[in-house]
């Protein structure tokens, strides 16, 4: 039970996913059922008539016997013994196999004819033994003609009967076969017109086409052929929209690395303004953002001042790097976009120009395979980055400038107040004190007054002559190129002041000084070879810049002069004062040593802030 209760459920599953399958076999299944039904009523026919037909025939010659027999009886009664004996012959065949056949026909009235055949020949039989008349006997016998008409009419009516029946359900079989053929041409229209129909109009008309002027053997094989053009156009579909997603994941997984790059340049640009580190940071957050091989910032002369190198980057130094990158008449477009050969390998260039309105500080430089692709967003996002470092290195420059200028201008009101009040006043106390050497120079002799009075005249000299270096030092201005051009053209004044050779070492590209560092440092050069001009008797002189590692600053200036030859404790040396003071505002200390060769070291240690 268990395995036929699968089987039922597999043959539901299988109607359930298959029905016009199944439907359609339901339907040839009836046919042929009905087909077999139809068979089987001609069967039965062709079994049931020839028995018939036998036994009416035998009643027909059994009844020719008896009319016969019964005739011979009319006009031969004295033969009525042989007569007898012939008739009793067909008692026996009356008790073969057709008659009895007949008895047991129990569904029809044979059975019952044949009984009242049976009793009319046992009348007959019993007339006979018990010798009646002949009149008995003749009327017996017709008895038993009459009983083989009944049995022969019964059997003829049960025979149309019967074929009537099986006619009928021929015919009805006949019908069915005809409605089933008609559901499944029904069932086809529907299956193979209409529906197929409708799934080859729903196709792509292009599609449909192209494929409706081919040849096919049937309509099935146009819809594999649909099918399997549609199938594909579908996967092409399906491997686009997969592309699609997977790119715009991509560019969105970029929008938002460009977005949170963006935020924190600002952040940072905002909290701690453009320093070298800034800068570092920067570039190597713009690599990993783009995912390049390197970025790099290459300063002009202009933007030399953010840095005291020549380019910052985030890997390596860049290998495309050319002179000729920052010529603006070979450059007319922002972003330019190129590759070249360098030892052997195709590198791809990106360069953006850091503009100002007084032209390029600097050009921002990206480098990677030859076969990366850039996307429109990320050009952008180069060229954002690019233009925000300009600015803010721009407004950085100003601000530097405008506290230069400030400072600048405080000193020249400062130099203007000196030079009107005190070098004035001075002036006048040098002239009355040569005024007074010469009306009372007998006076001053005889009295002994004159050594004072030589004594103040030379520190009213010396007074004036360091007020007017002073005045000079306030009225120096920075370069806008940086520290090393002001040197520059410092040791250029005194070289052309004296005939001194001066040698400049400046170690300080890795680091970047404050205005007022520079100011400071500036004037103690300055002063340290006023000095030696006034004081030393030098010839050479060295002045060397040095950042050591701990990050302190030493600036030492040697001359191979006569050497220390004033007493620091006297009031009247104000170089060294001056020198003192401004060591004390760089947090630093300065030094005046012997050399040991000859000649004076000044040695100026400070940490820049």
Same mark, same amino acid.
């Given at each position: &039970?268990?395995?036929?209760?699968?089987?039922?459920?597999?043959?539901?599953?299988?109607?359930?996913?298959? !029905?016009?399958?199944?439907?359609?076999?339901?339907?040839?299944?009836?046919?042929?059922?009905?087909?077999?039904?139809?068979?089987?009523?001609?069967?039965?026919?062709?079994?049931?008539?020839?028995?018939?037909?036998?036994?009416?025939?035998?009643?027909?010659?059994?009844?020719?016997?008896?009319?016969?027999?019964?005739?011979?009886?009319?006009?031969?009664?004295?033969?009525?013994?042989? =007569?007898?004996?012939?008739?009793?012959?067909?008692?026996?065949?009356?008790?073969?196999?057709?008659?009895?056949?007949?008895?047991?026909?129990?569904?029809?009235?044979?059975?019952?004819?044949?009984?009242?055949?049976?009793?009319?020949?046992?009348?007959?039989?019993?007339?006979?033994?018990?010798?009646?008349?002949?009149?008995?006997?003749?009327?017996?016998?017709?008895?038993?003609?009459?009983?083989?008409?009944?049995?022969?009419?019964?059997?003829?009516?049960?025979?149309?009967?019967?074929?009537?029946?099986?006619?009928?359900? $021929?015919?009805?079989?006949?019908?069915?076969?005809?409605?089933?053929?008609?559901?499944?041409?029904?069932?086809?229209?529907?299956?193979?017109?209409?529906?197929?129909?409708?799934?080859?109009?729903?196709?792509?008309?292009?599609?449909?086409?192209?494929?409706?002027?081919?040849?096919?053997?049937?309509?099935?094989?146009?819809?594999?052929?649909?099918?399997?053009?549609?199938?594909?156009?579908?996967?092409?579909?399906?491997?686009?929209?997969?592309?699609?997603?997977?790119?715009?994941?991509?560019?969105?997984?970029? &929008?938002?690395?460009?977005?949170?790059?963006?935020?924190?340049?600002?952040?940072?640009?905002?909290?701690?303004?453009?320093?070298?580190?800034?800068?570092?940071?920067?570039?190597?957050?713009?690599?990993?953002?783009?995912?390049?091989?390197?970025?790099?910032?290459?300063?002009?002369? !202009?933007?030399?001042?953010?840095?005291?190198?020549?380019?910052?980057?985030?890997?390596? &130094?860049?290998?495309?790097?050319?002179?000729?990158?920052?010529?603006?008449?070979?450059?007319?477009?922002?972003?330019? $976009?190129?590759?070249?050969?360098?030892?052997?390998?195709?590198?791809?260039?990106?360069?953006?120009?850091?503009?100002?309105?007084?032209?390029?500080?600097?050009?921002?430089?990206?480098?990677?395979?030859?076969?990366?692709?850039?996307?429109?967003?990320?050009?952008?996002?180069?060229?954002?980055?690019?233009?925000?470092?300009?600015?803010?290195?721009?407004?950085?420059?100003?601000?530097?400038?405008?506290?230069?200028?400030?400072?600048?201008?405080?000193?020249?009101?400062?130099?203007?107040?000196?030079?009107?009040?005190?070098?004035?006043?001075?002036?006048?106390?040098?002239?009355?004190?040569?005024?007074? $050497?010469?009306?009372?120079?007998?006076?001053?002799?005889?009295?002994?007054?004159?050594?004072?009075?030589?004594?103040?005249?030379?520190?009213?000299?010396?007074?004036?002559?360091?007020?007017?270096?002073?005045?000079?030092?306030? @009225?120096? @201005?920075?370069?806008? @190129?940086?520290?090393?051009?002001?040197?520059?053209?410092?040791?250029?004044?005194?070289?052309?002041?004296?005939?001194?050779?001066?040698?400049?070492?400046?170690?300080?590209?890795?680091?970047?000084?404050?205005?007022?560092?520079?100011?400071?440092?500036?004037?103690?050069?300055?002063?340290?070879?006023?000095?030696?001009?006034?004081?030393?008797?030098?010839?050479?002189?060295? =002045?060397?810049?040095?950042?050591?590692?701990?990050?302190?600053?030493?600036?030492?200036?040697?001359?191979?002069?006569?050497?220390?030859?004033?007493?620091?404790?006297?009031?009247?040396?104000?170089?060294?004062?001056?020198?003192?003071? @401004?060591?004390?505002?760089?947090?630093?200390? =300065?030094? =005046?040593?012997?050399?040991?060769?000859?000649?004076?070291?000044?040695?100026?240690?400070?940490?820049?802030?």
């Amino acid at each position: &039970m268990q395995n036929i209760s699968n089987i039922l459920i597999l043959i539901r599953k299988f109607i359930k996913k298959h !029905k016009l399958y199944a439907n359609l076999h339901a339907l040839v299944v009836s046919m042929v059922l009905t087909v077999l039904l139809m068979q089987a009523g001609s069967l039965f026919l062709f079994d049931y008539i020839p028995d018939h037909l036998s036994i009416i025939h035998k009643a027909y010659q059994d009844q020719s016997v008896w009319k016969l027999g019964v005739s011979q009886l009319e006009s031969n009664f004295d033969k009525k013994n042989e =007569i007898f004996n012939r008739l009793n012959e067909t008692q026996s065949e009356f008790e073969d196999g057709l008659y009895i056949w007949a008895k047991n026909q129990k569904d029809t009235k044979l059975d019952v004819s044949y009984k009242n055949l049976l009793s009319a020949r046992a009348d007959f039989a019993m007339a006979r033994v018990h010798g009646e008349t002949k009149q008995q006997l003749i009327d017996k016998g017709q008895a038993v003609i009459h009983a083989y008409n009944n049995f022969v009419s019964t059997a003829e009516k049960d025979v149309i009967i019967k074929q009537s029946l099986v006619s009928l359900l $021929q015919l009805l079989c006949l019908v069915l076969v005809f409605c089933t053929a008609a559901c499944i041409m029904l069932q086809s229209w529907n299956i193979l017109i209409h529906r197929l129909g409708k799934v080859i109009a729903s196709v792509p008309k292009d599609l449909l086409l192209t494929e409706s002027n081919k040849k096919f053997e049937d309509e099935f094989e146009l819809l594999e052929k649909l099918t399997s053009g549609m199938a594909a156009r579908l996967e092409g579909i399906q491997v686009e929209t997969k592309w699609i997603n997977k790119t715009s994941a991509e560019k969105m997984r970029k &929008m938002i690395l460009a977005q949170d790059f963006l935020l924190k340049l600002t952040k940072l640009i905002g909290s701690s303004g453009l320093s070298e580190a800034t800068l570092k940071k920067t570039l190597y957050s713009l690599e990993r953002t783009l995912g390049v091989s390197n970025v790099a910032l290459v300063f002009s002369d !202009k933007g030399s001042r953010i840095s005291a190198q020549r380019a910052l980057f985030s890997s390596y &130094m860049p290998l495309t790097f050319d002179e000729q990158m920052f010529d603006e008449t070979n450059q007319h477009q922002l972003v330019n $976009q190129e590759t070249k050969l360098i030892r052997g390998e195709c590198v791809q260039c990106v360069t953006v120009p850091l503009p100002s309105p007084s032209g390029w500080l600097g050009i921002l430089l990206l480098e990677t395979e030859a076969n990366h692709y850039f996307e429109d967003a990320e050009l952008q996002l180069f060229e954002v980055t690019a233009q925000m470092l300009a600015l803010s290195m721009g407004f950085q420059a100003k601000e530097q400038e405008s506290r230069r200028v400030a400072l600048l201008e405080e000193r020249a009101v400062i130099a203007r107040e000196l030079h009107d009040s005190l070098a004035q006043s001075l002036s006048y106390m040098k002239f009355q004190m040569a005024r007074l $050497q010469t009306n009372f120079s007998t006076q001053l002799i005889d009295t002994g007054a004159e050594v004072i009075v030589n004594d103040m005249r030379e520190g009213l000299d010396n007074a004036y002559r360091e007020l007017r270096e002073l005045l000079t030092t306030f @009225r120096v @201005r920075m370069d806008v @190129r940086g520290l090393d051009h002001v040197l520059e053209e410092a040791i250029e004044e005194f070289s052309q002041r004296s005939s001194l050779t001066i040698t400049l070492d400046n170690r300080l590209q890795e680091c970047r000084l404050s205005v007022n560092e520079e100011f400071h440092l500036l004037h103690v050069v300055r002063e340290a070879l006023s000095n030696i001009v006034r004081h030393s008797g030098a010839e050479k002189v060295t =002045i060397a810049l040095v950042l050591q590692s701990s990050g302190d600053i030493v600036v030492t200036i040697d001359d191979d002069g006569k050497g220390i030859s004033f007493d620091k404790a006297k009031p009247h040396h104000y170089g060294l004062a001056i020198m003192t003071e @401004r060591a004390l505002c760089l947090g630093g200390t =300065i030094e =005046i040593l012997p050399r040991r060769l000859g000649g004076t070291r000044v040695r100026l240690l400070f940490h820049p802030e």
